[in-house]
């Protein structure tokens, strides 16, 4: 489990958000908004403090999370030194622990067993479960066995109830090699692979709406959004090529290059759930947009992403150290392509959602051209 994830669930995190009336022009020098009003008209506590009863927060059917890999390969070399390689690799994601929220499942499961004590929680099940009052680790797809502190009691809730799919991650590549060491004139090592990854979980961290919090993402926070999450993940780069090399010049300049290039990443359009009241409230966050379901990475992708870096170094001895000069220009010819696009369409926390004007737009460039000089010196 990443740390991230236990600190946030079970360290009685502080996480309120609170809004304030604004007129929407008043800006103090800072660009801070001024003139708001002195109360809130609305806020949301995620956390509020308190450290929660931790039986609540883990199914105790809970197993752990594991990958199985596949690699087959064949490598040989000729008789003039060059290797070469095929490799065949599969990897697949068995068991996934996630953060699920279960009061929709709570809720149905009480209204069902109608032992929901209304006097003492102070109303019906929905009052104290509007959709974000429990989460808890487990295996999605899974049934769970799980602490319910307001009746202190354990519940057995079906995966029927709790409404998500098993959690999968699968990726297959096919690679060729080739490799001519270095001589003490040239090498030459080059690269092709071809690359699937395909699935409904990325892992801990979710690179297509850019969250970073690590095992607390939105991914399976409600059933909703895992609707349309079936599909080609945000890191699958169908075609890879890789060639770098170095040359010895008889003056003892040693030049290199490298070069890569691989097709884009695939693109989707983030929007509100016009469905799932609990996943709409988590704004632009479903596979949704107008309506309308768009699978994962259904919708093309960014440009292909062409890259050349050179080299040029030069080593040589002053008083006993051995010194080392280098010159590197990183993309070499400026390459500008988008490497990440905007890909939240709607925003808002109820459907339908207001239109974001960024959709589309490119939110992340190849790093500009860039020239380093440097020296090493090394000694006894």
């Not at 699958?236 to 060639?243: L, S």
């Not at 170095?246 to 469905?275: D, K």
Request: with cysteine; aromatic share 14%.
């Amino acid at each position: 489990i990443a740390g991230n994830t236990n600190i946030r669930m079970s360290a009685g995190e502080t996480y309120i958000h609170d809004y304030f009336d604004w007129d929407g022009t008043c800006l103090n020098a800072n660009n801070s908004p001024c003139n708001i009003a002195s109360t809130a008209f609305e806020q949301d506590i995620f956390g509020n403090g308190e450290v929660p009863d931790t039986r609540s927060l883990t199914d105790t059917n809970i197993e752990p999370m594991y990958q199985s890999e596949f690699i087959l390969g064949y490598q040989w070399i000729t008789d003039a030194g060059v290797e070469m390689g095929v490799k065949g690799i599969y990897r697949n994601v068995e068991v996934s622990i996630e953060d699920v929220a279960i009061d929709a499942a709570v809720i149905d499961y009480y209204n069902a067993a109608g032992t929901w004590d209304a006097v003492a929680n102070d109303g019906p099940v929905e009052d104290t479960f509007t959709g974000f009052h429990q989460y808890v680790l487990t295996n999605p797809g899974n049934s769970m066995n799980v602490y319910i502190p307001e009746m202190d009691e354990f519940v057995s809730l079906t995966s029927e109830q709790l409404n998500y799919p098993k959690a999968e991650r699968q990726y297959g590549a096919l690679e060729f090699t080739y490799s001519r060491p270095f001589d003490g004139v040239w090498g030459l090592n080059a690269s092709y692979t071809w690359a699937h990854s395909w699935g409904n979980n990325e892992g801990y961290v979710r690179s297509d709406n850019g969250q970073d919090d690590a095992g607390i993402t939105t991914n399976f926070d409600q059933p909703g959004l895992t609707d349309g999450a079936y599909g080609n993940l945000p890191n699958d780069r169908r075609h890879t090529i890789k060639v770098f090399g170095s040359y010895q010049l008889p003056v003892g300049i040693r030049l290199g290059a490298n070069f890569t290039w691989n097709t884009g990443r695939p693109l989707n359009c983030f929007g509100i759930h016009p469905t799932d009241d609990f996943a709409a409230q988590y704004g632009g966050e479903s596979f949704f947009c107008n309506g309308k379901l768009n699978k994962r990475g259904s919708l093309g992708s960014t440009p292909d992403v062409m890259n050349v870096d050179i080299t040029a170094q030069y080593e040589m001895e002053i008083n006993d150290f051995d010194v080392r000069f280098a010159l590197d220009v990183f993309n070499l010819f400026d390459s500008q392509n988008a490497t990440e696009v905007n890909e939240v369409r709607e925003e808002g926390n109820a459907y339908p959602g207001a239109l974001q004007p960024y959709y589309g737009m490119t939110s992340s460039y190849q790093t500009p051209r860039t020239i380093r000089l440097s020296a090493r010196v090394a000694f006894e």
